[in-house]
């Protein structure tokens, strides 16, 4: 079959490696400058050497290009792609950063679908390197994968996958051109919104699988969607439930109005008695439906509340909607006094809108959490005892099951690594930016990115179960918290409902005794039409699970909303040094000497597991590009290394002896600033200088934190003098510090935080989440940068994932704005009431114009809400 | 005037036919996506469409 021929031609991921022969990888290719260019198909900035580039013109490529071109000749029939020796040549001068990229923009090309590009430059989006895709192995038995084939009348059928790499229109736009390419393939639909793809076959022609492999070309990963999807698939049935009523509330509400404006221009102009009545029964009879259908939800959460005695807001609206209802029955009956039946359709309309909008926002801020830790679709390759392989959801992963973990792979589970060693990046769980070295015997956490090699690993929970599933739940737990501000607002609302209800009694009461039922009834309604807890109970809970779930996106787990609030208020906010300011461990601070030299340093160190050897390599590693860097550190040859505990390290390499380390003084541990010389045969060539560096822009992070009212402290353990250097950097930078203690134990640091906190302004600790467990969990709110995720959030109420010190001035512009919202909502929604149902009271407000206010107020002070700039949009990947 | 009390009822009748194949479209699904509709009106013409003839192997 054509596909599996290129495919063995074009080898993807990991084994791309392993196609380069030593031959290939000529020493001569250091003669050639490199120079840097753009990716054609994924704009990656790439480098250029001579003719061993990804260029074309390699065998590979050429491969490629016939390949396309016979399917272009297949296609040309369909008479809308063209085939051309034009194509080649234009793009002979494109360059690209991977045999992946190469793949994917000679199809592209060749199928004549160019606009893609046109397309994607459209939509303005950031280019990002195209991953390395491989067809998702699992999709070749359906029924383990959990997806779901629905047979269709005329033979074909029909699946529902999920699609990774979708960006914008052009991505879809390529997708769904592509099944004419593909024998049996009928058509393709993507779904942006939930990234997903329907696909309808010839099962007889073709299958899943071998669309997959196809669109992996791509760069598109296809893969079981959301099987059971549970929160996914309750949220849509509970959407469309929502719409289902909307439509008919709003067809009730409609039609209720008409009869309503003809019964209003009847009155003016004269009607006949028969046709008023007749009015008004249809009349009646809509808004009789409208409060049974639609509007019974209402009646069913206020016969709730009551029975359970807590007073909701659906109480006096129910209520209204009773009092009104029985009131326009009689009146239609009696023909004396008004009916509302228009106003009561359209009440439960801009009700159940309300409400709509209310669930919106809850769900949207679900999707963000539960989108972000996609877990239900990660699938793992299990290791059988025979020897074999087989793909499986890594939901289906058992404690003890050994699974491969390929390059570019997300990790399935927790569990210890039994053979191989890579890099994971673990930035969301650890907050350490730096990718992470795992060897045999580490463990690893389900759902980072294995980055570099193949490992083994032996299961020990699943992702649900494991570190990162729990990290979720709390983060959903904390959204329905009931933070002060929301528990004002309840008991507010507790009170408000008594009170109108009270109110509405009174004006009942009064009125009926001085101007008769019917007027009674009108201003009743309109009272309790108007009076509207329901933005003052919705405001603060909808602010927090909004801001909550927006710091979620962003990597920052907030576990209780409590802490959201308490960052409003400037306060003091204490820093630790070490992972804090600092990265925490030994890093190459400075080199001298020659560049090519770092190699063989590197070679030589590698054999070390000393921390400066780690320190070392790493330098090299960041020197020359972690691609350049495996590839070259091979080639270097090296014999005879020797340790000398407490000097260095000994090696040969090209037949010269590197010695690195120490000459007179032994490497003592606690020195947090040192050196380290290079000699090669006896020949001083570089130095090394070492130090726990400090964290890049942390001047400018403290500084912007200090600008929005904040005092800065310092408490450290650490005693070296580098935290007077950090303290005096800061006060070069303009950020002075109210206190900055070094060599602090526990207990001390505590005792300091317990003095500067005095004042009674909140005291933030900032550190990390292990060493200053103690103070974190002391501190009013703790702000953990660093350390394993879940052990942190035991003691701080808030981890930051990614960019660190940086995001806290982010973190404390969305508290102030979160909580000021809150404070405008409630301002907005005292004063309406205050003011409307004073004038409902007296008569001054028709119970339609109380149905478009109420609904009109609560979904304004839901807007103010929703639109509270709590981390205001940076770009986004995702629409 | 008393054609009111045929055209009026007849008027629901039809407004509620509307309404129930909007129903319809809800309950089927029709509404669930309504992001990718909105870049797909960017695209001119989709060659990949079922109706465009299958290509033979």
Same mark, same amino acid.
């Given at each position: 079959?054509?596909?599996?021929?290129?495919?063995?031609?074009?080898?993807?991921?990991?084994?791309?490696?392993?196609?380069?022969?030593?031959?290939?990888?000529?020493?001569?290719?250091?003669?050639?400058?490199?120079?840097?260019?753009? %990716?054609?198909?994924?704009?990656?900035?790439?480098?250029?050497?001579?003719?061993?580039?990804?260029?074309?013109?390699?065998?590979?490529?050429?491969?490629?290009?016939?390949?396309?071109?016979?399917?272009?000749?297949?296609?040309?029939?369909?008479?809308?792609?063209?085939?051309?020796?034009?194509?080649?040549?234009?793009?002979?001068?494109?360059?690209?950063?991977?045999?992946?990229?190469?793949?994917?923009?000679?199809?592209?090309?060749?199928?004549?679908?160019?606009?893609?590009?046109?397309?994607?430059?459209?939509?303005?989006?950031?280019?990002?390197?195209?991953?390395?895709?491989?067809?998702?192995?699992?999709?070749?038995?359906?029924?383990?994968?959990?997806?779901?084939?629905?047979?269709?009348?005329?033979?074909? %059928?029909?699946?529902?996958?999920?699609?990774?790499?979708?960006?914008?229109?052009?991505?879809?736009?390529?997708?769904?051109?592509?099944?004419?390419?593909?024998?049996?393939?009928?058509?393709?639909?993507?779904?942006?919104?939930?990234?997903?793809?329907?696909?309808?076959?010839?099962?007889?022609?073709?299958?899943?699988?071998?669309? &997959? !492999?196809?669109?992996?070309?791509?760069?598109?990963?296809?893969?079981?969607?959301?099987?059971?999807?549970?929160?996914?698939?309750?949220?849509?049935?509970?959407?469309?439930?929502?719409?289902?009523?909307?439509?008919?509330?709003?067809?009730?509400?409609?039609? &209720?109005?008409?009869?309503?404006?003809?019964?209003?221009?009847? !009155?003016?102009?004269?009607?006949? @008695?028969?046709?008023?009545?007749?009015?008004?029964?249809?009349?009646?009879?809509?808004?009789?439906?409208?409060?049974?259908?639609?509007?019974?939800?209402?009646?069913?959460?206020?016969?709730?509340?009551?029975?359970?005695?807590?007073?909701?807001?659906?109480?006096?609206?129910?209520?209204?909607?009773?009092?009104?209802?029985?009131?326009?029955?009689?009146?239609?009956?009696?023909?004396?006094?008004?009916?509302?039946?228009?106003?009561?359709?359209?009440?439960?309309?801009?009700?159940?809108?309300?409400?709509?909008?209310?669930?919106?926002?809850?769900?949207?801020?679900?999707?963000?959490?539960?989108?972000?830790?996609?877990?239900?679709?990660?699938?793992?390759?299990?290791?059988?005892?025979?020897?074999?392989?087989?793909?499986?959801?890594?939901?289906?992963?058992?404690?003890?099951?050994?699974?491969?973990?390929?390059?570019?792979?997300?990790?399935?589970?927790?569990?210890?690594?039994? @053979?191989?060693?890579?890099?994971?990046?673990?930035?969301?769980?650890?907050?350490?930016?730096?990718?992470?070295?795992?060897?045999?015997? =580490?463990?690893?956490?389900?759902?980072?990115?294995?980055?570099? @090699?193949?490992?083994?690993?032996?299961?020990?929970?699943?992702?649900?179960?494991?570190?990162?599933?729990?990290?979720? =739940?709390?983060?959903?737990?904390?959204?329905?918290?009931?933070?002060?501000?929301?528990?004002?607002?309840?008991?507010?609302?507790?009170?408000?409902?008594?009170?109108?209800?009270?109110?509405?009694?009174?004006?009942?009461?009064?009125?009926?005794?001085?101007?008769?039922?019917?007027?009674?009834?009108?201003?009743?309604?309109?009272?309790?039409?108007?009076? %509207?807890?329901?933005?003052?109970?919705?405001?603060?809970?909808?602010?927090?699970?909004?801001?909550?779930?927006?710091?979620?996106?962003?990597?920052?787990?907030?576990?209780?909303?409590?802490?959201?609030?308490?960052?409003?208020?400037?306060?003091?906010? %204490?820093?630790?040094?070490?992972?804090?300011?600092?990265?925490?461990?030994?890093?190459?601070?400075?080199?001298?000497?020659?560049?090519?030299?770092?190699?063989?340093?590197?070679?030589?160190?590698?054999?070390?597991?000393?921390?400066?050897?780690?320190?070392?390599?790493?330098?090299?590693?960041?020197?020359?590009?972690?691609?350049?860097?495996?590839?070259?550190?091979?080639?270097?040859?090296?014999?005879?290394?020797?340790?000398?505990?407490?000097?260095?390290?000994?090696?040969?390499?090209?037949?010269?002896?590197?010695?690195?380390?120490?000459?007179?003084?032994?490497?003592?541990?606690? =020195?947090?600033?040192?050196?380290?010389?290079?000699?090669?045969?006896?020949?001083?060539?570089?130095?090394?200088?070492?130090?726990?560096?400090?964290?890049?822009?942390?001047?400018?992070?403290?500084?912007?934190?200090?600008?929005?009212?904040?005092?800065?402290?310092?408490?450290?353990?650490?005693? @070296?003098?580098?935290?007077?250097?950090?303290?005096?950097?800061?006060?070069?930078?303009?950020?002075?510090?109210?206190?900055?203690?070094?060599?602090?134990?526990?207990?001390?640091?505590?005792?300091?935080?317990?003095?500067?906190?005095?004042?009674?302004?909140?005291?933030?600790?900032?550190?990390?989440?292990?060493?200053?467990?103690?103070?974190?969990?002391?501190?009013?709110?703790?702000?953990?940068?660093?350390?394993?995720? !879940?052990? &942190?959030?035991?003691?701080?109420?808030?981890?930051?994932?990614?960019?660190?010190?940086?995001?806290?001035?982010?973190?404390?512009?969305?508290?102030?704005?979160?909580?000021?919202?809150?404070?405008?909502?409630? &301002?907005?929604?005292?004063?309406?009431?205050?003011?409307?149902?004073?004038?409902?009271?007296?008569?001054?407000?028709?119970?339609?114009?109380?149905?478009?206010?109420?609904?009109?107020?609560?979904?304004?002070?839901?807007?103010?809400?929703?639109?509270?700039?709590?981390?205001?949009?940076?770009?986004?990947?995702?629409? | 005037?008393?054609?009111?009390?045929?055209?009026?009822? *007849?008027?629901?009748?039809?407004?509620?036919?509307?309404?129930?194949?909007?129903?319809?479209?809800?309950?089927?699904?029709?509404?669930?996506?309504?992001?990718?509709?909105?870049?797909?009106? *960017?695209?001119?013409?989709?060659?990949?469409?079922?109706?465009?003839?299958?290509?033979?192997?």
């Amino acid at each position: 079959m054509l596909l599996g021929r290129v495919d063995a031609k074009v080898p993807l991921g990991p084994t791309m490696k392993e196609t380069l022969t030593p031959a290939s990888r000529a020493p001569d290719r250091s003669e050639h400058t490199p120079t840097k260019v753009l %990716c054609a198909h994924c704009g990656l900035e790439t480098l250029v050497r001579g003719k061993e580039t990804w260029g074309l013109g390699s065998k590979a490529i050429a491969a490629e290009i016939l390949a396309a071109e016979r399917l272009s000749g297949r296609v040309v029939q369909d008479g809308s792609l063209r085939p051309g020796p034009s194509d080649q040549q234009e793009s002979a001068s494109k360059f690209f950063c991977c045999q992946g990229c190469m793949g994917a923009y000679s199809l592209i090309h060749q199928l004549g679908l160019e606009n893609f590009y046109a397309l994607r430059s459209l939509s303005d989006q950031e280019s990002e390197p195209v991953p390395q895709v491989r067809a998702s192995e699992i999709l070749k038995d359906l029924t383990q994968a959990g997806v779901q084939v629905d047979a269709m009348g005329d033979g074909t %059928c029909r699946v529902r996958l999920g699609v990774e790499g979708l960006h914008c229109a052009a991505c879809c736009w390529l997708i769904e051109s592509l099944p004419p390419t593909l024998p049996g393939l009928r058509s393709a639909q993507v779904r942006l919104s939930d990234q997903s793809l329907e696909l309808i076959y010839d099962p007889s022609r073709t299958a899943p699988f071998r669309v &997959a !492999e196809y669109l992996a070309r791509f760069g598109y990963a296809l893969g079981p969607w959301s099987p059971e999807g549970t929160e996914d698939q309750t949220d849509g049935r509970l959407r469309r439930e929502h719409w289902f009523w909307i439509a008919v509330a709003f067809f009730l509400a409609a039609n &209720a109005m008409w009869i309503g404006i003809s019964l209003y221009a009847g !009155e003016s102009t004269g009607i006949a @008695s028969e046709h008023e009545r007749f009015l008004r029964w249809v009349g009646a009879l809509l808004g009789l439906l409208a409060t049974v259908f639609p509007g019974r939800i209402f009646f069913r959460s206020a016969w709730q509340s009551l029975r359970s005695g807590i007073p909701h807001v659906d109480v006096p609206v129910a209520t209204g909607l009773l009092v009104g209802t029985i009131g326009s029955l009689v009146g239609a009956a009696t023909g004396r006094g008004h009916v509302y039946f228009d106003s009561l359709a359209s009440l439960v309309l801009l009700l159940r809108v309300g409400r709509y909008i209310q669930f919106r926002a809850q769900y949207r801020s679900g999707v963000s959490i539960a989108k972000l830790l996609r877990f239900h679709d990660i699938e793992a390759i299990r290791l059988c005892e025979d020897g074999s392989r087989n793909v499986v959801l890594a939901k289906n992963l058992r404690p003890g099951e050994r699974v491969e973990v390929r390059a570019g792979v997300t990790v399935p589970a927790d569990g210890i690594v039994s @053979s191989g060693q890579s890099e994971l990046q673990t930035a969301f769980i650890t907050g350490e930016s730096r990718p992470q070295r795992v060897r045999v015997g =580490d463990s690893v956490i389900g759902g980072s990115l294995n980055l570099s @090699s193949t490992i083994e690993m032996t299961v020990e929970r699943t992702v649900q179960e494991g570190r990162l599933g729990q990290i979720s =739940d709390w983060v959903q737990e904390a959204t329905t918290d009931r933070t002060p501000l929301i528990q004002l607002a309840d008991r507010v609302g507790r009170v408000f409902v008594w009170v109108i209800l009270g109110l509405a009694i009174l004006t009942a009461g009064f009125w009926s005794v001085s101007r008769g039922w019917e007027v009674s009834v009108e201003r009743t309604v309109s009272l309790l039409t108007i009076a %509207c807890p329901c933005a003052l109970a919705l405001a603060a809970p909808l602010v927090i699970t909004v801001a909550i779930g927006r710091a979620a996106k962003e990597k920052i787990w907030i576990r209780d909303g409590n802490s959201l609030e308490r960052l409003a208020k400037p306060g003091l906010m %204490c820093l630790d040094k070490t992972g804090t300011l600092t990265f925490g461990d030994l890093r190459v601070i400075d080199w001298s000497g020659p560049r090519e030299l770092l190699l063989s340093i590197s070679r030589i160190e590698l054999e070390s597991e000393h921390p400066v050897a780690r320190a070392l390599v790493d330098y090299g590693r960041s020197e020359f590009g972690a691609e350049e860097f495996d590839r070259r550190i091979d080639s270097v040859r090296v014999s005879q290394v020797r340790q000398e505990a407490g000097r260095g390290i000994y090696g040969r390499v090209d037949g010269r002896m590197v010695f690195i380390g120490r000459s007179e003084t032994p490497i003592e541990q606690s =020195d947090t600033s040192r050196e380290v010389t290079v000699w090669v045969d006896g020949q001083s060539q570089g130095k090394f200088r070492l130090g726990d560096s400090i964290r890049p822009n942390l001047v400018s992070s403290l500084r912007q934190i200090r600008d929005r009212g904040w005092k800065l402290a310092i408490l450290s353990g650490d005693d @070296s003098p580098q935290v007077q250097q950090i303290a005096d950097a800061l006060s070069a930078g303009g950020v002075e510090l109210v206190a900055c203690h070094g060599g602090l134990s526990p207990e001390q640091k505590l005792q300091r935080l317990g003095e500067l906190r005095s004042e009674g302004a909140t005291a933030v600790m900032v550190g990390d989440g292990v060493n200053d467990a103690v103070a974190l969990a002391a501190a009013d709110v703790g702000i953990a940068v660093r350390g394993p995720c !879940e052990l &942190a959030m035991k003691n701080a109420p808030i981890f930051i994932g990614e960019r660190h010190l940086e995001a806290i001035p982010r973190l404390l512009d969305a508290s102030r704005n979160a909580v000021r919202a809150i404070h405008r909502c409630f &301002a907005a929604s005292l004063l309406y009431n205050a003011l409307t149902v004073g004038l409902a009271m007296t008569g001054y407000i028709h119970p339609l114009i109380a149905a478009i206010f109420m609904p009109i107020s609560g979904i304004t002070v839901l807007m103010m809400a929703w639109s509270a700039r709590t981390f205001p949009h940076r770009q986004e990947k995702n629409s | 005037m008393s054609v009111l009390f045929i055209a009026l009822p *007849l008027a629901i009748l039809l407004g509620a036919a509307g309404l129930f194949a909007c129903l319809y479209c809800i309950r089927s699904g029709q509404y669930d996506d309504l992001d990718s509709e909105s870049y797909r009106i *960017l695209v001119d013409q989709q060659p990949g469409k079922s109706e465009s003839p299958e290509v033979q192997e």
